[in-house]
C-alpha cells in the first residue's frame, strides 16, 4: 500500500519512519534543512557532543536559561514515556497541538521524496528547528555523532563537548582517536571541552582547533565551584553541572549556584522510590558512575542490554555491588538474548533471575540499562500502583 506522507498525522507518520540505520545518508536531511531555514529564524545554537552526559548538561542549561527569563528550546534523545519529551520548551514538554503545527508545516514545504526518506531522528530534528524560530536559544543534544549528525545540518554558535568514550563504534571509530575527531568536527566557532576520563580528548581537541580554525576552551578556563551541591547530586551530574556553569560564564550570564539545586532530572540516579532508583545509562563509562555512587552497597540490579552494547564490561564493573540480578524481559528485536546474558552472568558469579514485578519493600534496588528498559519498568510500576488501588 502506497503511504502519502504528505497527509498523515505525526505519530501514524513515525511509525513509518526508519529509527535505526546501518547506513548515513546525510544529504537527506541537510536537503530538507536547506528549505526548512529559509522559513524559520534560528536562534543562538548551542550543540552538545559527546558519549555520556548531554541530556542531563543539556537540560540543566535549559532549566537555567529559562529561570533568568530566556526563551529556549531543549532537543534530547530519546524518550523515557512519552514522544514529547523529546521537545522541552521552557520548563514543559512540547504539547500535541504544537507538534501537530510543526508537522503540517514541514509536510508542506518539504516534497514527498524527502519525507520518505528522512529517518525518525532527522524527522524530530526538523520539528525542532522549526519549534525553535524566533526563541533566544535552540539547545541541540547529538544523536549517534557529530559531524555527519542530524543536529549538526545548522551552523552551531557553541559546542558543548562531555565526557567521549568508546561507544558505537561502528559508526564513530575504533579508538578515542576517531571518536573524538568524529564528534569534535561538529565544532563550528567555539568548543567548550567538559571533564574527561581519556586525557587524550584534549589533544584531539587541539587538533579540531587548528583544523577548523575555532576558539578552544576547556572547564580550566573558568573559576567553577560546585561544592556547596554535592549533597544534591551524585558526583557524574556536578561534571555535568560544571560544563553548564562554564557555558553560562562564557555566555556572560551571572551564575546562581542555588538554582540548581532544585532541579531534579527524570531516568539520572533517580530516586523514583525510597528503595528504587532509575538510571538510563547502558555503557561502561556510566556503570562507572553508578558503581561509584553505590560503592560499599549491595543492590538488586533490574537490568536488560542491547546486543550492541558491551553488557559483560558493564555487569563486570557493577558486580561489586551487586546483591542479585534481574533480567527485565524487553520486547525488541535490539535486546541482547535472554541465555546469552545469563551465561555472563554466570560466568561473573552473578546471581540471577527474570524480573516477575516484585518489588520487596526492605530491599534496594537500581532500574538501569537504557531509556528502554526504565519505559518498561515504569509501565510496570504503574499499574502495580493502580492494583493496589
Partial sequence: MKINFKEIPLKEFLEYKTMYYDKIDFTIVQNSFELLKQEIKIPFIIHIVGTNGKGTTGRFLAKYLSSIGKDVLHYSSPHITKFNERIWINDFDVSDSLLDEAHKFLQKILDTPLLEKLTYFEYTTLLSFYLSSNRDYLILEAGLGGEFDATNVATNDLSLITTIDLDHQSFLGNSIKEISLTKMRACDKVMIVGSQIH???YLHAKIIEEERNIKLLSLDDFKIDVSSLKNFFPKYLLKNISLVIATL???????????FENMKLNGRCEKYKNNITLDVGHNPLAARSILEEFKNKKINLIYNSYADKDYEKVLQILKPIIKKLYILPLDDKRVVKKSDLMIVCAN?????????????????YLVFGSFLVIEKFLKIEKSLDEDIK
Fill in 348 to 364: 561473573l558469579n552473578i546471581i540471577t533471575d527474570v524480573f516477575k514485578n516484585e518489588i520487596i519493600q526492605d530491599e534496594e
Fill in 249 to 259: 560564564k562564557y555566555l556572560n550570564i551571572d551564575v546562581d549556584i542555588k538554582k
Fill in 199 to 201: 586525557e587524550e580528548v
